[in-house]
């Protein structure tokens, strides 16, 4: 089976719109803004830190062109802490398993409509979602994996640990 980098590599393409969403005061849901605030935007790299309202962002994103939009936010899926998956829009259930007003499936319903991007949803799972402030060990080993993935595709750099 392959692993989430190999197929996320494979589909990346052009301007890549990367929407990290997540509460950073509910421990590893704040995985989403760790990321956005220590990866670089670039030419081929649009972020956008939308926190627990992506559908706030829907016009920028839409503006920013994007080939391929990638979310990236906490699902509990029943794996081990710290895991990443690559998953499909049509995959995702419509019942919520987040922490935002609006259901992931639905916000990339409204990009799809809007945008002729590929859409794709890397999700990371948790081991605690309570609130408090910090991702735990396993979450932040997978979030560093996710900034040095984007850090080495393209032109993309990672700024400096910030947390």
Known sequence: MENWQESLKKRLKG???LVAC????????G??????????????????SCETAPENFLSPIVKSEPQVVVVLDTA?????????RLVEPEDIMET????????????MSAVKERTLAD???LAVQPF???FGEGLTPEVKK????????FSKYGKFSAKGDRQ
């Open 22 to 29: 997540g509460n950073p005061l509910r421990t590893d849901d």
């Open 128 to 130: 605690s979602t309570q």
């Open 96 to 107: 919520d398993f987040s922490t935002h007003a609006m259901s992931p499936s639905l916000f």
């Open 15 to 17: 301007k890549v719109t």
């Open 142 to 149: 997978a979030a560093r994996d996710i900034i040095g993935f």
């Open 119 to 121: 859409l794709l949803f």
């Open 76 to 84: 509990d899926f029943g794996a081990s802490p710290g895991t990443v």
């Open 31 to 48: 995985l989403g803004s760790f990321v956005a605030e220590n990866l670089e935007p670039s030419e081929q790299l649009a972020i956008f």
